[in-house]
């Protein structure tokens, strides 16, 4: 085997991220009874992602995403909302999305019967990862989960991989690929720790950054 060790991010990568965060956007502003429409979700998605970049860059603290995004949300709509409030909401019905990305169950499975080690490396919520994670069913094939809340670093510092890698027991850097979906957090940050990286693209698009590129999960069973 080239890989007994597998880091796999969370959101985008084996759940179902977008599914997830559309549904629980869609419950608030419906129990609220405020509009919403397709352009009410792209909106939420340049605000949150230009925050998100923000916090893995360092230039924000985590909290801060939650107190800013719907507050710009509403104020970019003309909405008279309690923003921390609808945050509050938004994420405890996101805790709810157990959506997988197609071929994730299976996929685990097939790499712990291999004898590979796997665990989650993600910046997302502490709670809501953990729920989320229970929730999908992926629980029994991993063998640890980091979130960046309880690591005190995010990805792609060095400081979450150097934690990462302080608690995997017999780790070693060259038998460790990191899969993700993010080329400024997962694979940027697997290179400048060291590994071997894994860009999950199912669109297709190349990049010269990652050591492997797949564009179905199934596709990593070739490559450990």
């Known amino acids: 085997m080239r890989y007994d060790t597998i880091l796999l991010d969370a959101d985008n990568t084996l759940l179902d991220f977008d599914r997830a965060e559309q549904e629980a956007l869609e419950w608030v502003f419906h129990t609220r009874a405020l509009p919403f429409d397709t352009q009410t979700v792209a909106d939420y998605r340049v605000i949150n992602n230009r925050l998100w970049r923000a916090f893995e860059q360092n230039q ?19 909405l008279p909302q309690d923003a921390a409030m609808v945050n509050a909401a938004y ?16 996929t685990c499975c097939a790499l712990q019967n291999l004898g590979c080690r ?27 989960v980091f979130v ?26 060259t038998s460790t690929l990191l899969v993700g979906d ?34 179905s999960l199934d596709q990593l069973l070739s490559l450990v």
Request: glycine share 12%; net charge neutral.
């Open 60 to 78: 924000i603290e985590k909290s801060q995403i939650g107190q800013q995004r719907f507050r710009l949300l509403f104020e970019q709509l003309g």
């Open 91 to 106: 994420m405890e019905r996101l805790g709810q999305g157990f959506y997988l990305v197609e071929g994730a169950l299976e």
């Open 118 to 144: 796997l665990y989650i490396v993600t910046n997302g919520t502490a709670r809501t990862q953990y729920s989320r994670l229970s929730g999908s069913g992926l629980n029994p094939y991993l063998n640890a």
């Open 148 to 173: 960046s809340e309880e690591v005190g670093f995010q990805k792609p510092l060095k400081g979450y991989f150097d934690y990462v890698f302080a608690h995997i027991p017999q780790f070693c850097p």
């Open 182 to 215: 993010s080329l400024t957090s997962d694979i940027a940050g697997g290179k400048a720790a060291g590994l071997d990286t894994c860009w999950f693209c199912p669109s297709g698009a190349q990049s010269a950054e990652p050591t492997y590129i797949i564009r």
